[in-house]
């Protein structure tokens, strides 16, 4: 009698123990940023390099094949050459868990949800309209570079609040460059 078989918890739970999934499959690869780089086991790969696993969610490819797979489950079966109900078996019983449908209690959700963050509040708080103080004071020059060849003001709704300056400096050696815009925001 065929089983259904939960995917989703079996990938769920991968994700959690993806080091240990990947050094069991894939030994002797290298963390580089949030990827997995290893040789390919399945073709004669040489050294690392165009063959990786994501390690934020198990997609996964070997980019001078094109070979490439959305999750770990497909990342087990295109190693054991299986297919994806023997590879949820197979990752299922590497995890201790059992990955049929109805084997679990669902009332708690596989895993657990993200904590909500709180964006960080801002260092300042932006007045608005500009003070006029604040307008006069808004530079026409800058150090290391002068007076600039031109500058456009950017106005708001009401014609008179500069927004935004673009200043354009045609005589800088910035970088060796020969022209240097710079944009200042209010």
């Known amino acids: 009698m065929n089983q259904k078989l939960d995917f989703r918890l079996v990938n769920d739970r991968a994700l959690q123990s993806i ?30 390099g165009s063959f990786s696993i994501n390690l934020n969610n198990g ?14 489950i497909a990342l087990v079966a295109y190693l054991d050459r299986t297919k994806n109900g023997e590879a949820c078996k197979t990752l299922g019983q ?14 708690q959700p596989s895993t657990p949800p993200p904590p909500k963050l709180k ?18 004071s808004c530079p026409t020059s800058i150090r290391n570079l002068g ?14 609040e500069i927004l935004l300056r673009v200043m354009r ?18």
């Open 119 to 136: 964006p960080p509040s801002p260092d300042f708080e932006p007045v608005r309209p500009v003070p006029a103080s604040a307008l006069k």
């Open 19 to 48: 080091d240990s999934v990947l050094n069991s499959w894939l030994p002797g690869g290298k963390r580089q940023g949030s990827e997995y780089v290893v040789a390919n086991p399945v073709r004669t790969d040489s050294r690392p």
């Open 169 to 186: 400096f045609d005589n800088a050696t910035a970088n060796g460059r020969p022209k240097v815009l710079i944009c200042i925001q209010y």
């Open 59 to 72: 997609v996964w490819c070997d980019f001078a094949t094109n070979d490439k797979g959305g999750d770990l």
């Open 147 to 160: 007076k600039p060849s031109m500058y456009w003001d950017y106005l708001g709704e009401d014609g008179k």
């Open 94 to 107: 590497f995890l201790g868990i059992d990955s049929a449908i109805g084997a679990h209690d669902h009332t």
